[in-house]
């Protein structure tokens, strides 16, 4: 394992966990914003274990795509398949009010769907967790 790839690791860990907090703290009043945030730090968390397996160029921000990528090196990451899409919508339609058919999308998004959001983005983020002890 090489050194460059655990420090880089470590700077995609550190990130998830503060967009994790972050979301967190906002998800009973801010959710568009905490939805987009659990799914950044999914994201971020799926990045770090890709990193760490010493891949060397992690393209796009969707869910699905990087799980494709996680599978391709263990196969037990194939839950991830049917969380990305409910997570992966979180990445645009929380932002741009071009991604909703009606209204901003801080109007939209309430409350369930942070807490939706929180809940798969805390199973991702402890899986990979628990895969990044593993290697190291």
Not at 22 to 30: G, H, P, Q, R, T
Not at 31 to 55: D, M, N, P, V, W
Not at 76 to 85: E, M, N, Q, V
Request: hydrophobic content about 40%.
């Amino acid at each position: 394992m090489d050194d460059q790839n655990i420090k880089e690791h470590y700077r995609w860990v550190n990130q998830s966990k503060y967009d994790f907090n972050i979301a967190n703290k906002l998800k009973d009043e801010e959710f568009s914003l905490s939805c987009f945030l659990f799914q950044q730090a999914a994201e971020k968390i799926i990045i770090a274990y890709l990193i760490l397996r010493g891949t060397d160029k992690v393209w796009g921000s969707s869910l699905s795509d990087l799980a494709e990528d996680c599978i391709a090196l263990d196969p037990t990451f194939d839950f991830l398949k049917s969380y990305g899409p409910i997570l992966d919508k979180y990445l645009f339609s929380t932002r741009y009010p071009s991604f909703t058919i009606s209204g901003s999308p801080f109007e939209i998004f309430d409350k369930d769907d942070a807490a939706k959001a929180h809940e798969i983005s805390k199973e991702v983020i402890d899986f990979c967790n628990e895969k990044i002890k593993d290697i190291l």
